[in-house]
T-cell receptor, first 121, second 116 residues
Framework: GAVVSQHPSWVICKSGTSVKIECRSL??????MFWYRQFPKQSLMLMAT?????????EQGVEKDKFLINHASLTLSTLTVTSAHPEDSSFYIC?????????????????FGPGTRLTVL | AQKITQTQPGMFVQEKEAVTLDCTYD???????LFWYKQPSSGEMIFLIY??????QNATEGRYSLNFQKARKSANLVISASQLGDSAMYFC?????????????FGTGTRLLVSP
């Protein structure tokens, strides 16, 4: 249980185009989803936190108009990189948390997706 | 100040030996949780072990144990009987429950190489 999928697993696009990445919790309802970015040989940096049905909360320095996050249901969140540029090339990872519904064992845990590698030419 | 500090960029260990990966943290929140994740070259984040700030005993999960020293604010990961498949990046992370909601803050990671 507690599987999170991401699609696509990798994408190459031209500069100026928009790319949408999907994050799905397959066997649980995720009250909260998180989007991280990881540059090569660096740690994961949180970009934004999203709760189902409400606007995402972005971390300082993350442009909300560039990285559009939609958490329309308890099992799906999407990250759209608008007008992508080469500096947006990175590994994007989502995670999902069941919250209280996960019970005491999993309430604290975030389940990570396999990541999406974005390359902008 | 860094909330999570991992001072070892890389560690080497021989197969079947034990290895300790260091992690220190900084928080004024009395309620927090500490996590260790493994990230192989494929990129997925694999949850290894969790320690809550109020837990009385050190967490253990199979070959993984967490040496939690609250007064020193350290949460070192101990991997016993290393295996070749343990070669990966290892990240320590913290969640502050009163002030940080569910946000996870990661350290810079330690690359572990297990040799035959």
């Amino acid at each position: 249980g507690a599987v999170v999928s991401q699609h696509p697993s990798w994408v190459i696009c031209k500069s100026g185009t928009s790319v949408k990445i999907e994050c799905r919790s397959l066997d649980f309802q995720a009250t909260t989803m998180f989007w991280y970015r990881q540059f090569p040989k660096q740690s994961l940096m949180l970009m934004a936190t999203s709760n189902e049905g409400s606007k995402a909360t972005y971390e300082q320095g993350v442009e909300k108009d560039k990285f559009l996050i939609n958490h329309a249901s308890l099992t799906l969140s999407t990250l759209t990189v608008t007008s992508a540029h080469p500096e947006d090339s990175s590994f994007y990872i989502c995670s999902a948390s069941p919250g209280l519904a996960g019970g005491p064992r999993f309430y604290n845990e975030q389940f990570f997706g396999p990541g999406t590698r974005l390359t902008v030419l | 100040a860094q909330k999570i500090t991992q001072t070892q960029p890389g560690m080497f260990v021989q197969e079947k030996e034990a290895v300790t990966l260091d992690c220190t943290y900084d928080t004024s929140d009395p309620s927090y949780g500490l996590f260790w994740y493994k990230q192989p070259s494929s990129g997925e984040m694999i949850f290894l072990i969790y320690q809550g700030s109020y837990d009385q005993q050190n967490a253990t999960e199979g070959r993984y144990s967490l040496n939690f020293q609250k007064a020193r604010k350290s949460a070192n990961l101990v991997i016993s009987a290393s295996q070749l498949g343990d070669s990966a990046m290892y990240f320590c992370a913290m969640r502050e429950f009163d002030t940080g909601f569910q946000k996870l803050v990661f350290g810079t990671g330690t690359r572990l190489l297990v040799s035959p």
